[in-house]
């Protein structure tokens, strides 16, 4: 079984490029041009330069000792929260300024749900004197308010979405209607392993950073390249694509992802998309999508405003599909039990998205010998309003 895209820009079943006429030229482009361009040599010395001097790469991996030993098992925490913005997004915002640049692009486009990919973009087009443009939803500029102060600092023009549920497939639906209007001097910053291809495969290769560290880094502590388990939060999945990516092919790790059940998978409030979702196209590829029956766009629910999202990476649902990976979800309220059971054992505030991968750890059964590693993928500096709520 192959997991890696093919070279008609699927992964399985899906995946594919579903864009508008309009849009064609830029994919296209990007789809000719984009592994040239990103392993160009100049390129590679480029990003690697800045992950290490700017974002503070390799972050660590850490061993959770209290947690181990509650859960008989070794726990390490790889520590995304660590970066620079206090998320694994900005890994990827480095890799597609660079590729922005040399395509001539000198306006910048993004969407986000939480706003760690949204100041990770406008951090970015700051560094490189870029114009920025982040969409996002209504309802979450409310409840990620420091996040959208922080762009705005940034000097970034943050654009509120007012359709729909007001989160992010709204936003990135506002997102990719700019795209149309200004397709020649635009490029558009996906922020997780989404869109039309090459976009999935683009943004799993720069957040293969987090995976290709946990093997040297495992290997250093443990004498063993590989984990047992390595477990990842999914809305869109770019953390956990950054996870899995060069574990893909090792049978013997097992890759769980963790959706958000919100208030309870059948309780029509959820973003569990395995589990409720069917085939279906949505922001230009095809992939598991929460739909009606006549194929309208189920409106999502999650605490968590990154995981607030109705499908899922083509990747991830290749992954579910071919049974490489397991997904399991956490609701609202085991979400927030995680988060605060990691504050206390830990000193550690992690944000609502990967608390949710967190809570896994209470589904899972391990031997005492088992090695897990949790990707961590962001601080709770942003969630802290909602967190104060529930004190």
Same mark, same amino acid.
């Given at each position: 079984?192959?997991?890696?895209?093919?070279?008609?820009?699927?992964?399985?079943?899906? +995946?594919?490029?579903?864009?508008?006429?309009?849009?064609?030229?830029?994919?296209?482009?990007?789809?000719?041009?984009?592994?040239?361009?990103?392993?160009?040599?100049?390129?590679?010395?480029?990003?690697?330069?800045?992950?290490?001097?700017?974002?503070?790469?390799?972050?660590?991996?850490?061993?959770?000792?209290?947690?181990?030993?509650?859960?008989?098992?070794?726990?390490?925490?790889?520590?995304?929260?660590?970066? /620079?913005?206090?998320?694994?997004?900005?890994?990827?915002?480095? !890799?597609?300024?660079?590729?922005?640049?040399?395509?001539?692009?000198?306006?910048?486009?993004?969407?986000? +749900?939480?706003?760690?990919?949204?100041?990770?973009?406008?951090?970015?087009?700051?560094?490189?004197?870029?114009?920025?443009?982040?969409?996002?939803?209504?309802?979450?500029?409310?409840?990620?308010?420091?996040?959208?102060?922080?762009?705005?600092?940034?000097?970034?023009?943050?654009?509120?979405?007012?359709?729909?549920?007001?989160?992010?497939?709204?936003?990135?639906?506002?997102?990719?209607?700019?795209?149309?209007?200004?397709?020649?001097?635009? /490029?558009?910053?996906?922020?997780?392993?989404? %869109?039309?291809?090459?976009?999935?495969?683009?943004?799993?290769?720069?957040?293969?950073?987090?995976?290709? #560290?946990?093997?040297?880094?495992?290997?250093?502590?443990?004498?063993?390249?590989?984990?047992?388990?390595?477990?990842?939060?999914?809305?869109? %999945?770019?953390?956990?694509?950054?996870?899995? &990516?060069?574990?893909?092919?090792?049978? #013997?790790?097992?890759?769980?992802?963790?959706?958000?059940?919100?208030?309870?998978?059948?309780? !029509?409030?959820?973003?569990?998309?395995?589990?409720?979702?069917?085939?279906?196209?949505?922001? %230009?590829?095809?992939?598991?999508?929460?739909?009606?029956?006549?194929?309208?766009?189920?409106?999502?629910?999650?605490?968590?405003? %990154?995981?607030? &999202?109705?499908?899922?990476?083509?990747?991830?649902?290749?992954?579910?599909?071919? !049974?490489?990976?397991?997904?399991?979800?956490?609701?609202?309220?085991?979400?927030?039990?995680s988060a605060f059971e990691l504050s206390k054992l830990e000193g550690i505030i992690p944000a609502l998205e990967?608390?949710?991968?967190?809570?896994?750890?209470?589904?899972?059964?391990?031997?005492?010998?088992?090695?897990?590693?949790?990707?961590?993928?962001?601080?709770?500096?942003?969630?802290?309003?909602?967190?104060?709520? /529930?004190?």
């Amino acid at each position: 079984m192959n997991y890696t895209v093919n070279e008609h820009g699927y992964y399985g079943n899906f +995946g594919g490029a579903f864009i508008p006429e309009m849009l064609f030229p830029n994919v296209q482009t990007l789809q000719e041009n984009y592994l040239k361009i990103i392993y160009a040599e100049q390129f590679q010395k480029d990003f690697w330069d800045l992950l290490r001097d700017y974002v503070g790469r390799p972050t660590p991996l850490f061993l959770a000792e209290r947690l181990s030993a509650k859960y008989g098992a070794t726990i390490y925490l790889k520590r995304e929260d660590l970066c /620079h913005t206090g998320a694994h997004k900005i890994n990827n915002t480095i !890799g597609q300024i660079l590729l922005a640049e040399r395509l001539g692009k000198k306006r910048i486009i993004a969407e986000t +749900g939480a706003g760690q990919h949204g100041v990770a973009t406008a951090t970015v087009c700051a560094l490189k004197g870029l114009e920025c443009i982040v969409y996002m939803g209504e309802v979450d500029i409310a409840r990620q308010a420091p996040n959208v102060a922080r762009m705005k600092m940034l000097g970034a023009t943050v654009v509120p979405a007012t359709s729909g549920s007001k989160t992010l497939k709204d936003a990135t639906n506002e997102a990719i209607r700019d795209w149309i209007n200004n397709p020649v001097d635009t /490029h558009y910053i996906i922020g997780s392993v989404v %869109g039309p291809h090459p976009y999935p495969d683009m943004v799993a290769r720069f957040q293969s950073v987090i995976s290709e #560290e946990i093997k040297k880094q495992l290997l250093e502590k443990t004498g063993n390249a590989n984990p047992g388990y390595v477990v990842a939060c999914v809305g869109g %999945g770019s953390n956990a694509a950054g996870a899995f &990516y060069h574990f893909l092919d090792d049978a #013997e790790v097992k890759l769980i992802a963790v959706e958000a059940a919100g208030c309870g998978i059948d309780s !029509g409030m959820s973003a569990a998309t395995t589990q409720l979702g069917k085939p279906g196209i949505l922001h %230009g590829s095809k992939s598991l999508l929460m739909q009606t029956a006549d194929g309208q766009v189920v409106e999502p629910h999650s605490i968590s405003a %990154g995981l607030d &999202y109705p499908g899922i990476g083509p990747l991830h649902a290749h992954l579910y599909e071919s !049974g490489r990976g397991t997904f399991i979800s956490a609701t609202d309220e085991e979400a927030l039990s995680s988060a605060f059971e990691l504050s206390k054992l830990e000193g550690i505030i992690p944000a609502l998205e990967s608390a949710h991968a967190l809570f896994a750890l209470n589904k899972m059964t391990f031997k005492k010998d088992d090695v897990v590693v949790v990707c961590l993928s962001g601080r709770g500096d942003k969630d802290l309003d909602t967190y104060m709520k /529930h004190l």
